[in-house]
Structures are given as C-alpha cells and as structure tokens.
C-alpha cells in the first residue's frame, strides 16, 4: 500500500479524514454512478443489504430508502472518521446499522444482497474477501458494485494527472499488479475469473461511462479552481502532491486548474468516469 502503510492506516488518517470532510461534494460527484448502482442491484423492499466499503454512507442510507422498514441494512467499513459521518447522517428510526469491520475476515450475518460503490478495491486479499462475502450471501443472493475501469479510459483523472506529471522530479512507477487501489479491477476478464474463483457462479460485468461534475462555480473559471481543489486532495491524482512542498502544490493547483477550465461550461467541470457496473451471484 502507499508508503508501505496498511489500509486500516490508510483510510483512518489524514485520507479519510478528506474524505469525511468532504462526503457532500463526493457523493455529488458520484450520483449518477449510484444512480446506476441501484438500477442493477434491485434491493426488494424487506430485503437485508450489506454495504461493503460503506464509507460515509450515502448507499447505506438509500439501500435503507428502498428496503423501507421491514428490511435492514448493515454498512460496514474499516474508516472511523467515515462511519462517525455515516452515523451522524441516520435517524435511530432507519433500518441501518453502521459497524467497523474488515469485510475480507468478518462474519456480518446472513443478508439478501451486498452492494458497494468502490468499497471493493482495497482488499489485501480479495479472493479470500470475495469468497468471504459469497459465504455472507443467501443461496441466490448478488452481489453488485462499481469499481473503475482503466485510468485513461477516466478523464476526470486522467486529465488532471497530465498536468500534474511534468511537474514533478520523477514520475511515479505504477502499483504493482493486484495491490489494493482504485484501478486494480480494470481488466474484466481477470475480475470475472477472481469472482468465479471465490465461489460466484454467475458474473457479469457492464461498462458504465458517465460525466461527472467534478466542480461548479458562478463561472467556469470559479468551477475549474473548485474542480482541481477536488482532484489535488481527494481523487486517485492526490497522492501525487499530497507531501509536496507547498511552491510545487500552488504550481499543481495552477496546471490543473488551466487544464481543467477546457473542460469547463455552464459553471460546470465534466468529464468521464468510466466503470465496470458487475453483478455476481
Ligand atoms: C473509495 S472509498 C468508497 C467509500 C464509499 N463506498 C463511497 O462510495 O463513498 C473505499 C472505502 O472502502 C473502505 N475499505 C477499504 N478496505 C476495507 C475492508 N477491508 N473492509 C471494509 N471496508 C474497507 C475504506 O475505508 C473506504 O471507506
């Protein structure tokens, strides 16, 4: 993992700390993915629903929204910050409950469904988390996630980590192949075969393109500068200036900004998010 650091580490420091920060403006930004996301996941009012990855907890709650009463959800994350924010934003009334797992090892009950938006990418093992979550499911259970597909196929961070690489002193090597991070499912048929082998036997995988606004402001200049501040500390490009010096972050939020102000109109930066939409029962 990053700087050698496990994903516990990881989503319960400063990244996650962003994140809760910021769980408005991100699930904004995702809604037409979520949007999607439930579409194919066909929660059943009365269904239970695990939640995996649930971060701050936006499908939680709109699982629980379509389960209504007689159902339950049960969202579950490694992230203190995320699910303090995921607790604070549910009535005791709603059928939800929020727990600090990891989903590779535990054992959260018995439930109808499991459902992530990008919850699903970090495992250190994910044959073990998928089999282990195929375990959690009920005979015809399904699972349903996004998860990204290539990083070039995804403007929204392709574009500003082209800015971003001539300014720094080296450019950064690629993950090695099947360490946990948001690209590592970008190949469909090695995804179809890893869920197959944790004991899935049906899989399908359907790409899913949408624009995203990524920021929005009274003019475009306003949603381009509103757009890098998103992709400098929250997206997969963050990492890469996060411990910069601040004369080369200001250049960054520079160069981002000016790229990203092509992409601007109506007050709005889009650009394409590019996901596999996969189902697996
Ligand atoms: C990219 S975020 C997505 C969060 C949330 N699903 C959303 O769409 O806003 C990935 C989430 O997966 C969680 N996560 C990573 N590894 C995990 C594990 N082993 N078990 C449970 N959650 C995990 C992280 O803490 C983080 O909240």
Request: some cysteine; hydrophobic content about 50%.
């Amino acid at each position: 993992m990053a700087g050698g650091i496990t994903q516990v580490e990881y989503w319960n420091g400063e990244v996650g700390t962003r994140w809760a920060r910021n769980q408005a403006v991100l699930d904004a930004m995702f809604e037409p993915l979520t949007e999607a996301l439930f579409e194919r996941a066909g929660l059943n009012p009365g269904a239970t629903a695990l939640d995996i990855g649930c971060g701050s907890g936006a499908t939680t709650v709109e699982a629980a929204r379509r389960v209504g009463a007689a159902g339950r959800v049960t969202g579950a994350d490694i992230s203190a910050p995320l699910l303090a924010v995921a607790r604070a934003r549910v009535g005791g009334e709603a059928p939800v409950s929020f727990v600090e797992a990891d989903v590779e090892q535990a054992d959260l009950g018995t439930f109808d469904a499991a459902l992530s938006r990008f919850g699903v990418m970090f495992f250190p093992d994910s044959l073990r988390a998928f089999a282990n979550i195929r375990r959690m499911l009920r005979p015809a259970g399904q699972l349903t996630f996004l998860c990204w597909r290539t990083l070039s196929e995804n403007l929204w961070v392709q574009v500003p980590r082209e800015a971003v690489l001539p300014l720094l002193p080296e450019v950064p090597l690629p993950p090695a192949l099947d360490t946990p991070g948001p690209f590592r499912f970008a190949d469909a048929d090695g995804l179809g075969a890893l869920l197959r082998n944790a004991g899935f036997g049906t899989v399908s995988c359907a790409a899913l393109d949408r624009d995203v606004i990524l920021g929005r402001g009274d003019t475009d200049a306003e949603a381009a500068a509103a757009a890098a501040h998103v992709a400098l500390n929250l997206g997969p490009t963050s990492h890469l200036v996060r411990e910069a010096e601040p004369d080369l972050r200001a250049r960054a939020e520079a160069a981002v900004t000016e790229a990203l102000i092509r992409h601007a109109s109506g007050g709005a930066v889009r650009l394409r998010a590019a996901c596999w939409l996969v189902q697996a029962g």
